[in-house]
């Protein structure tokens, strides 16, 4: 019963990051396999970077639920197009839930490789943003991960909370749950209220500089 | 004898890449070195990227072969640039064979290592398309890839062809030639017949939307 | 005692590092979030990279020490931003002391992983200078190391004379020493004497051409 409802969770953050590529690879000039592409690097982008980073085979390879739901996903936007990019708060949920999810994988793994708790936080704040970092760097945008609101900080969160609730012998499914929901909390609650980090500023564009590393 | 053939293959498909590679840099303020290491990261980067994945060694590294036939296409194309440069229709060809080649090594590398036959053809295709992925982003260009014609597709029908023949029981000989010929068809039609995908288009620019995944 | 100094220089290595990411990050409208992002993956990107071709644990899993060292980096930065930023000869002599010392740690580790002579030189350069190729990347600019100056270079000649002492019986303690200075002295020389590569001069904007490889 838990696996099903896991195993749904999973399909709907693969599905809701999908669509979040693939609504922003449109109007790059990109055709439907280069969308299927972005999506594609969107839902396992995180993942992969994990399992490399790990020495485990990547997970998508194992099972290929991951490369259907982003055609699904692909299949949907062209169909439902206006419809779906105009779903914006409800994406933006799901985005949230996608988020929280992940991280939540991705210190599990973590903790099963039998890393450092720092190491599992680390690898669930990879999990959960990578994939939306490499999908930014293909369509040639500055990260919005780097720019705006609280993102990774969130994942970052949910984990510190995740061995809190160990410390505290939580059971695994209570410490699993409160940290997903710590992840979304965040993520709404700095969206909701426009909570940002402050801004680094320079004194001058340090590109055209020359003395700095190149 | 075979062994001789497919060796002329793979450092043609290696010299036409880079060449790629090394042409698209030009123009981009990019030094020798720069250009060097385009050219580098467009022969290898899709194979080095197969690798990572499969966990094997790099095949690079066991081989000195690759780096120095880079080193060739530098050299050749500072020596022959113009020449080079307009040699525009005979390189697209070679570039055709090479990603046909490439497609065809993936594919091997990947049944070798037992995975389940689509990976095997997500395989080929990260082979044949990835290292000039990594070159434009490199050169912070959105990737030629995503945008235009038909080329990780290409990649893809080879790869589904590869295994229709296995399936008729071809021989592993009649079957690389046959997926190989494919995806060099596929390529040079497409190109021939500016036979395009539709494109992605977009109700407004996602990216100064506030409530998407980031 | 040569631990103590050893780990001296790695810190400060990984500090001046995480201060270039963070100083060339300013500007771009990134949160302080971001710019630690931007840092560590400027300090740690080089050696990470290495580890997952060599297939062995990234470093910093073993170690918190690098994170918490660029934390400290962007902590100073916030707080003595003005100073940092106008520090640039003082920056540049340090950074040319990470490369240094970064790619020697390279050509190390990949001599332990017993591969030949020219993949641990590739090896130090990529340490050396991976990390700003991914800081570049993911700040969307063309890399600084494409464009600009000797920089993997030196990484390539200290390598090259690293394996030179090698050759002539020095110790391994003599070796790394000369080879370190080398790559300082080489950085230090071509930058205060403007000595550059030659520019690769295109015919036209390949990028609007249609027979290229994409």
Chains 1, 2, 3 share one sequence.
Not at 31 to 48: K, M, N, P, R, S
Not at 60 to 65: A, Y
Not at 84 to 92: A, H, M, S
Request: aromatic share 10%.
């Amino acid at each position: 019963m838990e696996g099903i409802f896991i195993t749904i969770l999973d399909l709907t953050g693969t599905f809701v990051f999908a669509i979040s590529g693939i609504r922003l690879a449109s109007g790059k000039n990109i055709d439907w396999f280069g969308a299927y592409i972005i999506g594609l690097a969107t839902a396992i982008g995180g993942g992969t970077t994990r399992d490399v980073l790990l020495d485990v085979t990547p997970f998508w390879m194992l099972d290929g639920k991951y490369f259907l739901t982003t055609g699904v996903a692909l299949l949907a936007t062209l169909l439902f197009k206006n419809k779906i990019f105009r779903l914006g708060n409800t994406l933006f949920l799901f985005d949230a839930i996608g988020l929280g999810l992940f991280t939540i994988v991705g210190i599990s793994k973590s903790l099963e490789a039998q890393l450092p708790f720092w190491v599992c936080i680390v690898m669930g704040a990879i999990t959960g943003s990578v994939g939306g970092l490499i999908r930014d760097v293909l369509l040639n945008e500055v990260p919005l991960l780097l720019r705006r609101d609280i993102y990774a900080l969130a994942c970052v969160t949910g984990g510190v909370v995740y061995f809190m609730c160990l410390q505290l012998n939580f059971s695994t499914s209570i410490t699993e749950l409160t940290a997903a929901l710590v992840v979304i909390l965040v993520r709404v609650v700095a969206m909701k209220f426009h909570i940002h980090l402050p801004v680094l500023n320079s004194l001058k564009n340090p590109y055209s500089d020359k003395t700095d590393k190149s």
